[in-house]
């Protein structure tokens, strides 16, 4: 305890009054938040510990998410969460020795991408690799150094993936060009778009290279302003039948909308699903549920510049926006910082994370790690997506060969996942390890562009609170 701390709990066991002097600045500006002079503050002075109470507890109220809703968590897409954090550190080590001339590297420069890897000392990361012996093999040299590359196995898995992601390269380029179509300027920054990289199946090369192998959807363009030192992707053809939404397409059961099609007024539900702990919540809000299914709102390629922020209709175009952009995606989830870097291109809220949180029967912010991830709660079936893009499957083989020990054998999927003996190496998220280009030198780092400083901390106090407005 300090000896201001213990000088402010005498004062209170006392009942003597503090000066306001005493109290620091950091905690309450009296004067500020009173606007105290004269006896009024003479007031203050003589009941100031209940004052300091009262200022210290409205201070403290806003706690973070994970605190707040841990019984509204839905413990199959936790576990998906989880996969996902263990399979992005295995993926970014496949890319670091992927962009290596003989696909191997010694630990000593593997070292520059602990960062990347979320792998804080001391731990070490050979003992990291060492517990996935079939898919990383160690050996020292003839001067002692250790060296790590792939086994057999894991190359192949990695050519398995290029093949997969080549095969799919048309249907990549439509979701580029389709999230440009929604864009305001019809232009989206490619730092940005490296965000999805992953998430979309876009190759390695996608900045140098892929994105010009598609001259009639898009093409890179330099800046338009002078401090502005990004490229740009840019749209070069408008296709009407790309402008339809996925859930359309579903409703409608076509694999696009014809050449003549225009985005308009929409006035389809979204597809709803609720966990069995939400039955109070769903009762109490049923009305107001149902009410914006059925208010209709504007199509996510339709122009949004007139809509005002805040009103019930630019709300629920933000839904679509948001629920196309996951249906794009081939795990149907993303980390939600990487959809608050598109709020001005897409047209969206400001407090995105509360519209997340408000529609939990579309979306499921899952709270783990550093960073959070948003679901699409129509595409999975307890922790398994519904439809498997080829790509999925193929990770969740490699993640079948990451080798782990339980420290129990009774153990929820869950806390297996939690548990793995790596000395808690993958308990810390790192989502900063895509790969990036520069003047056609592959190099890991992290993305450029301010992450929100806040987005792990919501305004919010629960769902119920997000229903009442």
Not at 235 to 240: A, D, K, M, T, Y
Not at 339 to 355: G, W
Request: aromatic share 10%; with cysteine; charged share 30%.
């Amino acid at each position: 305890m300090t000896v201001s701390h213990r000088r402010f709990q005498e004062g209170r066991k006392s009942e003597s009054p503090l000066p306001l002097s005493f109290f620091p600045s950091a905690y309450c500006n009296f004067d500020a938040m009173f606007n105290l002079t004269g006896k009024h503050r003479c007031f203050a002075e003589r009941n100031s510990s209940i004052i300091f109470s009262q200022c210290h507890r409205s201070m403290t109220t806003s706690k973070r998410v994970q605190d707040r809703s841990k019984k509204k968590r839905v413990h199959d897409l936790e576990i998906v969460t989880e996969k996902h954090k263990i399979l992005s550190k295995i993926l970014l080590l496949f890319e670091v020795l992927k962009k290596e001339p003989q696909r191997v590297i010694s630990i000593r420069e593997l070292d520059r991408y602990r960062t990347q890897i979320n792998l804080p000392k001391p731990h070490k990361i050979s003992g990291f690799l060492r517990k996935s012996p079939k898919l990383f093999e160690l050996y020292k040299d003839h001067r002692g150094v250790l060296w790590v590359g792939m086994t057999k196995e894991a190359e192949g898995l990695v050519e398995e993936e290029e093949v997969i992601i080549e095969k799919h390269s048309d249907k990549a380029a439509e979701v580029v060009t389709r999230m440009l179509m929604m864009s305001v300027d019809k232009r989206l920054a490619l730092d940005k778009i490296v965000h999805f990289r992953r998430d979309l199946g876009l190759p390695m090369d996608f900045r140098n290279h892929w994105v010009r192998r598609f001259p009639d959807h898009f093409r890179v363009v330099k800046p338009y302003k002078p401090y502005d030192e990004s490229e740009y992707l840019e749209l070069v053809n408008w296709r009407s039948s790309w402008a339809m939404t996925e859930l359309e397409r579903k409703a409608l059961a076509v694999m696009q909308a014809p050449d003549d099609h225009v985005a308009g007024v929409l006035s389809l539900s979204f597809p709803m699903k609720f966990p069995p702990n939400y039955k109070q919540v769903l009762s109490r809000y049923k009305g107001k549920i149902e009410g914006f299914q059925k208010r209709e709102y504007l199509s996510p390629y339709a122009d949004a510049r007139e809509l005002k922020a805040g009103t019930l209709e630019f709300n629920k175009r933000a839904v679509a926006v948001m629920h196309e952009l996951l249906s794009f995606t081939i795990g149907k989830r993303l980390v939600t910082d990487y959809l608050t870097h598109f709020r001005k291109e897409f047209v969206m809220p400001q407090k995105l994370m509360r519209l997340l949180l408000k529609h939990f029967g579309i979306f499921y912010v899952s709270e783990r790690g550093k960073r959070f991830h948003v679901f699409l709660n129509s595409a999975y079936e307890d922790s398994e997506l519904i439809e498997k893009h080829p790509l999925i499957v193929w990770r969740e083989k490699v993640l079948s060969l990451v080798g782990y020990r339980k420290k129990k054998d009774t153990m929820d999927p869950l806390t297996d996942l939690k548990e793995l003996e790596y000395n808690d190496t993958f308990e810390s998220e790192s989502e900063d390890e895509s790969v990036q280009v520069d003047n056609n030198k592959q190099t890991i780092g992290s993305l450029e562009g301010d992450f929100p400083e806040n987005e792990s901390e919501m305004e919010i106090d629960e769902v119920c609170s997000a229903y009442r407005e």
